[in-house]
Every structure is written in structure tokens, then in C-alpha cells.
């Protein structure tokens, strides 16, 4: 079973009304750090994928998602949890730090 979802526009009100938090990776064909990012990312969401919804989200298909959580950089990281961004980050990061930050939610449900 693929572990990370490719958003399509359908399946958007389904990531906002997660009840499981949600790892959203904002990237795109073109750049670089994203896919060197990727790898890390489908890492992660077979750790984590029991507790965290992982996505990613590309910002020339749907840039209207990237404007609302106001992406200007990619890659971008986002963690909502209940719809809320709880965490953004900005720039290619580590496994290590990516993996702090989701062990505090997919470990407490969320309440940090």
C-alpha cells in the first residue's frame, strides 16, 4: 500500500478534516531540494504512516493549496493537525529533525 498521497484538488477536504495529523510536503518537478527531500519523506511515512498522513502537494498543480499556506520557498513542510498548521518548515531538512518533530505528534495524538 503507497504510504504517501499525491493531493489531488478531490482529495483536499479529506487532508483539512484529518483527524490524524498530516504531513504535507510542498514541492515540485524542477526543484531540486525537493527531490532530494523525497527519499526522506517515503522514509518517514513508512515509520510513521500508521499515525501521520503524509501528502505531497505539487505547487504547480495546485497552487491555490500552496497560496493558502503561503509557500514561497520550496521545498516546504507543513504538520496540521485538526486542519491547524502546528509546524512549517522551510528548506531541505534533515531526517533526524523531520523525525523529531513528528515522533511528538504520531507518539501523543497530536498534544504536544
Known amino acids: 500500500m503507497e504510504k504517501v498521497l ?3 484538488p478531490a482529495d483536499w477536504q479529506g487532508i483539512e478534516t484529518s483527524a490524524k495529523p498530516v504531513f504535507l510536503d510542498f514541492w515540485a518537478d524542477w526543484c531540486g531540494p525537493c527531490k532530494m527531500l523525497a527519499p526522506t ?7 510513521y504512516g500508521d499515525q501521520v498522513t503524509f501528502a505531497k502537494v505539487n505547487v ?10 503561503a509557500v514561497r520557498s520550496i521545498p516546504t513542510l507543513v504538520l496540521l493537525q485538526n486542519g491547524n498548521v502546528v ?3 522551510v528548506g531541505l531538512r534533515s531526517e533526524q529533525e523531520l523525525a523529531q518533530v513528528l515522533s511528538h505528534y504520531a507518539n501523543s495524538n497530536g498534544s504536544k
Open 6 to 8: 499525491h493531493v489531488q
Open 41 to 47: 519523506f517515503d522514509r518517514l511515512a513508512e515509520k
Open 60 to 69: 504547480d498543480e495546485l497552487p491555490d493549496i500552496a497560496n493558502k499556506f
Open 87 to 89: 509546524e512549517k518548515l
